[in-house]
């Protein structure tokens, strides 16, 4: 497995059988592996995780298909707007916390998000697993409401609750410093509740350093956690 951090919380994971492109809206792309099929995955609306420019990549060059968080809506409206072809809805699948589709080369389970959306667990050929958690955090913020924050918490343990003993081989979870140490919460989570092999962290806005605070403070994660350092940045599995 091949996998290029593109930014933020933009990911390529490459494979023998397919490529997995999630969230991509910021960061260069790099070639594709020509005759690959390749898997278009936007968790949500949010700028910083979907731009409609990832529909041009249905291009007839190579089998393409988008599963999309349910927020993201094919109306009229947004076919206009976005320039989509004839063809290129027919390619788009919708998912929302729950739900399950059977893909040629891959099958997409879809948990709700704590924000918009969904999170993306992707089963490839020979039982690789690979997850996205998309928004799907333990947010927690100084200066919120009490009941606000005690519900975030409580949401995010029930609706990742689905990985709970599972293994995943690669799982890219946010680990974001705007929370201070809050940030620490969700991604532990993760962690002590499904048997995950390799963490890359996302949505950490530029602040790499954030993975040393957090290795520091759980020793433990160490030989999980894999720093992501800069954009463009390629890792081999």
């Known amino acids: 497995?091949?996998?290029?951090?593109?930014?933020?919380?933009?990911?390529?994971?490459?494979?023998?059988?397919?490529?997995?492109?999630?969230?991509?809206?910021?960061?260069?792309?790099?070639?594709?592996?020509?005759?690959?099929?390749?898997?278009?995955?936007?968790?949500?609306?949010?700028?910083?995780?979907?731009?409609?420019?990832?529909?041009?990549?249905?291009?007839?060059?190579?089998?393409?298909?988008?599963?999309?968080?349910?927020?993201?809506?094919?109306?009229?409206?947004?076919?206009?707007?976005?320039?989509?072809s004839a063809k290129t809805p027919e390619a788009c699948h919708?998912?929302?916390?729950?739900?399950?589709?059977?893909?040629?080369r891959v099958r997409v389970e879809a948990l709700p998000s704590t924000d918009e959306g969904a999170a993306f667990l992707a089963t490839l050929p020979g039982g690789t697993t690979?997850?996205?958690?998309?928004?799907?955090?333990?947010?927690?913020?100084?200066?919120?409401?009490?009941?606000?924050?005690?519900?975030?918490?409580?949401?995010?343990?029930?609706?990742?609750?689905?990985?709970?003993?599972?293994?995943i081989d690669l799982a890219m979870l946010p680990l974001d410093p705007r929370l201070g140490e809050a940030g620490f919460w969700g991604p532990k989570y993760f962690l002590e509740l499904a048997d995950i092999k390799k963490f890359l962290p996302m949505h950490q806005w530029g602040d790499f350093g954030f993975t040393g605070r957090f290795l520091e403070k759980y020793p433990e994660f160490a030989g999980r956690t894999v720093p992501v350092e800069r954009t463009g940045q390629v890792f081999s599995f």
């Open 1 to 84: 497995m091949r996998v290029t951090f593109l930014d933020h919380s933009g990911f390529l994971v490459e494979t023998d059988s397919a490529a997995l492109l999630f969230d991509w809206w910021k960061g260069e792309l790099p070639a594709l592996a020509p005759g690959v099929p390749l898997y278009v995955f936007a968790s949500h609306r949010h700028e910083d995780h979907f731009k409609p420019e990832i529909f041009a990549l249905d291009g007839g060059s190579r089998d393409v298909e988008f599963i999309l968080g349910h927020d993201i809506r094919l109306s009229p409206r947004n076919r206009e707007r976005w320039n989509l």
């Open 94 to 104: 919708s998912l929302r916390g729950g739900g399950t589709l059977e893909l040629p």
């Open 130 to 167: 690979v997850f996205h958690a998309g928004d799907l955090n333990w947010w927690h913020w100084e200066g919120e409401d009490k009941a606000w924050n005690h519900n975030m918490a409580a949401n995010f343990k029930k609706y990742a609750e689905p990985l709970r003993g599972r293994t």
